[in-house]
């Protein structure tokens, strides 16, 4: 090392190297200037390869503009831009990068090839740089475009390689940056290929509700709701989750600033209010919000990968943003809810509540349904009893008994529903008495019962996905959920490692019914976690399994028609432990008649 105190000018081919430190930090930060550049030259098609977690390579093809042989040699240079020329102009980016520093950031530490044609030339440049030193500029025939080809990263930055992780990890990150390009642009098409295997194949020309559908599956479409709003000068829009699509942590929010895809502290101060009476505490929304504000309102120099800004006036951009989620999320409760009472639920009912939309129309139902002798018992029961009661026999609260079959454990004989307390609790009448009952954990004590019993009987049958969902999870997450794959796979989860904390399922438990298979492993691993030690055993495990499943199974469903509710409520009879649901909340809240008489004085 020099070490005369003489001070000198660095050489370019180490400050590139200094500043692909801050630019370049692993490959997925290669993958999302590349894809930048390649947004910034105006493609309509953008292929991402990568082999190996993208320390192999990384190649990305587009067909954008192209560079003719001076340009393509000029853009390798630090500092090297086309897309901004004066100092003003910093003020008003409205392309991706401008900084000019990437292309020479990575060509200094990796083996790098440019090959670039424009439309109107008929031959292509092509350039190989080892390390930042030019090793070859040829021509080359290839179609009009850029294709920019980056192999061995930080081959020559033992420092840096040092902190790469697990490819795995790695591709993971790749991924959450093309996912994000992705849903930002959904007019181009996108393509990316792991390892030779295509995984996506995203068509261009899109919306951003298909692209969210291409991209997660038709299922979530239905719990996001459109954001759309504006003062004339600022816009916010995009989609955001009502309370029935929930994360335990907040890594899908997408947030875009100016088609830029980046963050500040107000926004997620401002997102958390917009929420904080909607969710309950711990659960996140899911996002997708492009806030479109005048270039000079936002500044983006103020970190190199540009992922955060600052905005001139943070506390105008945190009221648009809570005004535009209010807006959204006030029209996802009303919609969540009978149109005609729209006004009674939306008032008072908020949170994760299971809606029953048509009811007000409400004959008397025979209850249970025998399935043994004729057609409904229940039926002969419930006549008796008015026939009782009209008689006037005085032994009304005991209609008639009978005896046999196993229908006689539940808890009543027959049953009608009278109707909904705030458009949600079930007012049931009974043969003896009066029953308040919580649709949503009468439904997880059927449906757990139901799995337990598959369980129990191994006649779990496994659903498979038409589309298999990728689900990615913090890495501590996704070791609670590898640790158990194999009882998962039992248990009809067809789950298979895509590396590091990134699962492919591609079935779940048949019984559960459409269901977010993320939103599952997420929060088993969150239950796991908070279970420790006290899951001792296998069987142990197999309940938070199936009460996390079904859980979740049932915070999905929003909606029940009334023949739903009427089999909810014989179902519930039927389960062992009618009166609470497995997470120990009542199921239904029983007055008798007894008790009632007493209350009006006539007991
Ligand atoms: P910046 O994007 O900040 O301008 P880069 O180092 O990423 O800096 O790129 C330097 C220049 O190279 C760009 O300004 C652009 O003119 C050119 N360039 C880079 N990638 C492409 C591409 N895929 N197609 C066409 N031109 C490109
Ligand atoms: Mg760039």
Not at 262 to 282: C, D, H, K, Q, T
């Amino acid at each position: 090392m020099v070490n005369d105190r003489q001070i000198r000018l660095l050489p370019d081919q180490i400050i590139n190297k200094i500043a692909a430190g801050e630019v370049v930090d692993r490959p997925a930060s290669v993958v999302k200037e590349l894809m930048e550049n390649a947004l910034d030259a105006g493609a309509t098609s953008i292929e991402v390869a990568v082999v190996d977690g993208g320390v192999k390579l990384i190649a990305i093809t587009d067909d954008g503009a192209g560079m003719d042989r001076d340009n393509a040699l000029m853009a390798i240079e630090r500092h090297a831009t086309s897309k901004i020329r004066h100092v003003d102009d910093i003020e008003r980016v409205e392309t991706l990068g401008f900084r000019g520093e990437a292309l020479a950031a990575i060509a200094s530490v990796s083996r790098f090839t440019l090959t670039t044609r424009t439309a109107d030339s008929l031959t292509g440049t092509s350039i190989r740089i080892n390390g930042g030193r030019m090793e070859d500029v040829s021509e080359a025939g290839c179609p009009p475009g850029t294709r920019m080809e980056v192999r061995q990263l930080f081959f020559n930055v033992p420092a840096r390689r040092k902190f790469l992780r697990t490819a795995a990890t790695e591709l993971n990150h790749i991924r959450q940056v093309f996912l994000l390009y992705a849903m930002g642009r959904p007019d181009i098409a996108l393509r990316l290929v792991v390892d030779e295997k295509e995984i996506y194949r995203l068509d261009g020309d899109s919306q951003l509700e298909d692209r969210i559908r291409q991209l997660f599956g038709a299922g979530v479409m239905d719990d996001l709701r459109l954001v759309d709003w504006t003062d004339g000068q600022w816009g916010i829009r995009g989609l955001a989750s009502g309370p029935n699509l929930t994360r335990a942590d907040r890594s899908e929010q997408y947030l875009f600033i100016n088609g830029r895809p980046a963050s500040a502290p107000v926004l997620g101060y401002a997102i958390n209010e917009a929420y904080s009476a909607l969710l309950p505490r711990g659960r996140y929304p899911v996002l997708m919000l492009f806030l479109d504000l005048p270039p000079e309102e936002v500044d983006v120099n103020v970190h190199p990968t540009k992922k955060e800004v600052r905005f001139r006036r943070s506390g105008q951009v945190r009221d648009a943003l809570l005004a535009a989620l209010r807006q959204a999320t006030l029209a996802s409760q009303s919609q969540n809810f009978d149109e005609q009472n729209k006004k009674v639920s939306a008032a008072k009912v908020t949170g994760e509540f299971l809606a029953v939309p048509d009811l007000p129309a409400l004959p008397a139902f025979a209850y249970p349904r025998n399935p043994g002798t004729g057609e409904q018992r229940g039926a002969d029961a419930l006549d008796r009893y008015h026939a009782a009661v009209a008689a006037g026999t005085g032994n009304e609260a005991e209609p008639a008994k009978t005896p046999e079959s196993d229908w006689r454990q539940s808890p009543w004989q027959w049953c009608r529903i009278l109707g909904q307390i705030a458009g949600y609790f079930v007012v049931l009448e009974t043969d003896e008495g009066m029953i308040m009952l919580d649709p949503q954990s009468a439904h997880e004590r059927v449906l757990y019962d139901r799995m337990m019993q598959a369980i129990a009987t191994r006649k779990i049958k496994p659903q498979g996905l038409l589309t298999p969902e990728t689900v990615n999870l913090p890495p501590a997450k996704a070791g609670y959920i590898r640790k158990h794959l194999k009882t998962l796979g039992e248990l009809g989860f067809g789950l298979s490692e895509f590396g590091g904390e990134t699962f492919i399922v591609d079935a779940l438990p048949g019984l559960l019914g459409e269901v977010s298979a993320a939103e599952i492993l997420d929060d088993l691993a969150t239950d796991l976690e908070d279970a420790g030690k006290s899951v001792s055993s296998e069987t142990v495990l197999r309940q938070h399994i199936a009460q996390v499943a079904t859980r979740v199974a049932v915070r999905t469903t929003k909606k029940l028609s009334r023949e739903e509710l009427e089999k909810l409520i014989s179902d519930l009879a039927m389960t062992e432990l009618p009166y609470t649901s497995p997470r120990g909340r009542p199921t239904i809240i029983f007055t008798s008649l007894q008790e009632l008489k007493k209350k009006f004085g006539r007991g």
